[in-house]
């Protein structure tokens, strides 16, 4: 059977359930006897082996088959859980992982499993210990336990929840034949028309199938959503002849809570679910929910590469209808532009992706850390909604890393420090995610030790990275960036954990090359923050276009605080620099004709200089131009692979006029 | 007479009344030169980036790049849009006005001495009843030196 087409649903969804099963599992280690917890991921494990037995994955089977009887054994109280055996629940998610991820680029998902299959296995088999009263522990459970017999999946489980939501009961009755009964088929046809006229069957016991061509013993079960009453349903029912018991039990689902609260990502895997038979019956009173189409990200990339060319043409437009100043033609110009903009606004939207797509990887990857480093930690992950330009998110993982691990290595002390120091043992480390304006925050604290700002400026002093004399000036801001300076490395002892101070200034100029900031802030023995500031987009931006003598440049808004016109005799010469005094601050002049080596092609001798002031962080700068064009939106263009590394060009846009533009780096510039 | 069995295209081109040539696999499109943008802090022989159909694809001037002397952009000047390694340029040339096959055995590898200058950038020559072609090396043309 050709698999092929299902390959890319069956790496989604087994992301996602491997992702679920991670995240139930850090909720399990903190609550270990919440048996919902294990529920889940038992579901999500059963899932995933069906769909890769499917897909003839046999190694991936093999490991989550032997991951789900540990599962139930838990799940049965015969094996309680501890540390040990999450870790090796873990060990197994992360090999789970590792094949999806092969599968996911081409390979055969083939890997040696035996080791923790071995291990697994003999978790299974150690219930030994405490069968017995594990044995008696069952048979209370079982005794005032309605806990069903019967499997659900996902999306019969929304279907109960739902029908509960709207008022109706949910039963699952269990009909035993007599034994003397000839036509089992057709009395199960007249059941199920009975428990249809008075509601809904979501599911069947043996399935249906199998209840047609009389796959059963004598007795069957079905469960129905109704609302009746569970007497005058059973009464209903005792009424059709060769049926000797009806037992009907209120349906009380041990993962109902955590399934209302998974709402959402319940309704979405529902949509990809193959139709069944039950579906057309159920349809009746199921909520209207939203609907989701699955789109390749390719087809949105395309979609918006069209639309930045409509920005090209949209400028073009503007300009053209300007020159001709033809009312009519101005205000239809008009009328399109405020329409792009509106299609620009939902276009960028469907690029946004919550970042908790690479913020779900890091409880895991600080539990390892901690656990390595012996140190207890505890993190909070704030805003996880806040949603992100994807090609942002696709690069803001590992500055996000190395900034987490930084913190973990380096800001929060051991357990013994702590108590000595009056904190809790448990260090806490916030991740935290917000949006505003046309900006991402996200910031990173902790509790930890903090900045020593001594120390830095010792080891900035000894690498050499900044001179005595530069040193008597600093602010506490300035000393505290020299963290991001390339070869520095703070921490006394070198860890496999983070870096080998070549970590700091990678994440910085990662940040940089999104059009974004990272800062630090830090309280000596009370903890560090580094905050870090993204656009919302990559590919669209506000700019300034200026010129300068005849030549072009747009400067991203973002990076603009205010434009100025200023005297020349205004400026001031300090011993190698002139600078000017805006609004009480003395700002640096840069003059791009130098910078860039612009032709003089005719003498300056106004009396006025047009000042763009810019900012990088907290120091400002003031970049002189000749004129100001206006401020535009530009589609973000690279130079190509040719051109890299141009110095303070970020890149370059295309005018409406089709001439290029070039992007000017404000960072680059403040140094 | 032999067959000729395999040929190879060439797009034709002048530099300073001299022909050269470029495989015509590596060629994408030959423009007429537009507006370039001039790239600050770039080698002299990058004239800057045009906007080739919302693309923007650098310049290389052949003439600077082969340290011959520049001229003035005309009518003839035509640009070549080249392709390598998933690199995208622009090489500006005199005048492009010819695509020829010649068959691959005409193409001598050692390049004899025409002109020290231009030898770094020579894949072979192509002797063509009294035409000499230079067939150029566009790896060599777009390596960036490390002196740089």
């Known amino acids: ?671 | 007479m032999e067959t000729i069995s395999s040929t190879i295209k060439l797009i034709v081109f002048k530099l300073k009344e001299k022909e050269y040539a470029i495989k015509v696999n590596e060629v994408l499109s030959i423009e007429k030169v537009n507006h370039i943008t001039r790239v600050p802090g770039t080698e002299k022989f990058v004239k800057g980036v045009i906007n080739l159909r919302g693309i923007v694809v650098p310049i290389i001037d052949l003439r600077s790049r082969f340290d011959l002397e520049e001229a003035s952009y005309n009518e003839n000047t035509r640009v070549i849009i080249a392709v390598m390694n998933e690199i995208e340029v622009g090489l500006v040339v005199d005048s492009a006005n010819d695509v020829i096959d010649i068959p691959e055995d005409a193409l001598e590898p050692s390049p004899e001495v025409i002109g020290a200058e231009v030898a770094d950038y020579i894949q072979a020559v192509a002797k063509l009843d009294s035409r000499l072609l230079i067939l150029i090396d566009l790896d060599k043309v777009l390596a960036i030196e490390e002196a740089s």
């Open chain 1, 1 to 671: 059977m050709e698999m092929s087409q299902y390959l890319e649903v069956f790496i989604e969804e087994s992301k996602e359930h491997l992702q679920a099963c991670n995240q139930l599992l850090l909720e399990l280690e903190k609550n270990p006897a919440d048996l919902q917890l294990v529920n889940e991921i038992f579901r999500s494990a059963h899932t995933l082996k069906g769909m890769s037995a499917t897909m003839g994955y046999e190694d991936l089977a093999n490991l989550t088959h032997q991951m789900e009887n540990v599962l139930d054994a838990i799940r049965n109280k015969k094996i309680k859980v501890d540390s040990h055996i999450l870790d090796v629940v873990f060990l197994s998610v992360d090999h789970l992982e590792a094949m999806i991820e092969s599968i996911a680029s081409g390979g055969d998902g083939k890997m040696d499993v035996t080791e923790v299959v071995q291990k697994l296995k003999i978790i299974e088999d150690g219930k030994g210990l405490d069968a017995v009263q594990s044995a008696q522990e069952d048979a209370l459970e079982q005794s005032k336990d309605s806990y069903s017999a019967i499997d659900y999946d996902d999306y019969e489980m929304t279907i109960i929840m739902q029908s509960k939501e709207l008022g109706y009961n949910t039963y699952e009755v269990d009909i035993t034949l007599t034994e003397d009964c000839l036509l089992k088929a057709a009395r199960v046809y007249m059941v199920f028309e009975v428990l249809e006229k008075n509601g809904e069957i979501v599911k069947s016991s043996p399935s249906t199938t199998e209840l047609e061509e009389e796959q059963f013993e004598q007795s069957f079960s079905v469960t129905v959503v109704t609302n009746e009453e569970k007497d005058s349903l059973k009464s209903a029912l005792l009424k059709i002849s060769e049926i000797e018991n009806v037992e009907i039990k209120a349906f009380n689902s041990p993962v109902q809570e955590t399934n209302i609260k998974a709402g959402a990502s319940i309704v979405d895997t529902e949509n990809q679910k193959p139709i069944r038979s039950e579906e057309e019956t159920v349809q009746s009173i199921k909520q209207p929910t939203n609907k989701t189409i699955r789109v390749n990200i390719e087809r949105l990339d395309i979609l918006m590469n069209l639309f930045e060319e409509l920005v090209i043409d949209r400028g073009r437009l503007v300009q053209i209808s300007q020159e001709l100043n033809n009312q009519e033609l101005q205000e239809t110009v008009e009328h399109m532009s405020r329409i792009s903009a509106d299609l620009q606004n939902i276009i960028l939207n469907m690029r946004m992706v919550p970042v908790e797509t690479v913020f779900n990887r890091f409880p895991r990857m600080v539990r390892q850390l901690a656990r390595d480093l012996h140190k207890k930690i505890n993190l909070e992950i704030i805003g996880a909604e806040t949603e992100l330009d994807r090609t942002v998110i696709d690069e803001i993982g590992d500055p996000l890393v190395h900034l987490l691990r930084n913190a973990i290595d380096h800001g929060i002390e051991t357990p013994e420090e702590r108590r000595s120091k009056g904190k809790p043992e448990e260090g806490t480390v916030i991740l935290k995610a917000y949006h505003s304006g046309n900006h991402i925050f996200i910031e990173i604290s902790d509790d930890g030790a903090g900045i020593n700002k001594d120390q830095i400026l010792r080891k900035a002093l000894s690498k050499g990275i900044i001179t005595e004399q530069e040193m008597v000036g600093l602010s506490q801001q300035e000393i505290y960036n020299l963290i991001f300076s390339s070869g520095f490395s703070t921490a006394d002892k070198i860890s496999d954990v983070s870096g080998r101070g070549v970590g700091l200034d990678v994440v910085r100029n990662t940040i940089e090359s999104l059009g974004g900031t990272v800062s630090i802030d830090s309280n000596e023995g009370n903890g560090s923050t580094f905050s870090i500031v993204l656009p919302l987009t990559l590919s669209i931006i506000s700019a300034m276009l200026v010129e300068i003598q005849n030549e072009k440049y747009a400067i991203p808004l973002s990076s603009i605080i205010e434009t100025a016109i200023v005297k020349r005799e205004d400026i001031l010469h300090t011993h190698s620099q002139q600078v000017i005094d805006f609004r009480g601050k003395v700002v640096p002049l840069i003059f791009l004709k130098d910078i860039f080596e612009i032709n003089h092609t005719y003498a300056e001798n106004e009396e006025t200089l047009s000042v763009v002031i810019v900012r990088k962080g907290d120091k400002l700068a003031g970049i002189v131009v000749n004129s100001f064009i206006g401020q535009q939106e530009i589609v973000l263009k690279s130079l190509g692979n040719y051109l890299t590394n141009v110095f303070a060009i970020s890149g370059a846009t295309i005018l409406g006029d089709g001439q290029v533009a070039l992007i000017i780096d404000c960072n680059a510039l403040i140094k």
